[in-house]
């Protein structure tokens, strides 16, 4: 078993950004342009076979 680490008691505010937190902001915008991009490859993937 670990021993955790003491905090001190100012040390609580100062917390370190998770980086999915900082994504989930710029979800609206990344998620429509990606799947359009995925639809595009997708579709020219189905021409270029068909």
Known sequence: ????????????????????EGIVPLMPI???IAGGILMLLLASIAVYLA
């Open 1 to 20: 078993m670990s021993t955790p680490t003491p905090v001190e008691p100012g040390h609580d505010a100062i917390v370190e950004k998770d980086a999915v």
């Open 30 to 32: 990344v998620l429509p």
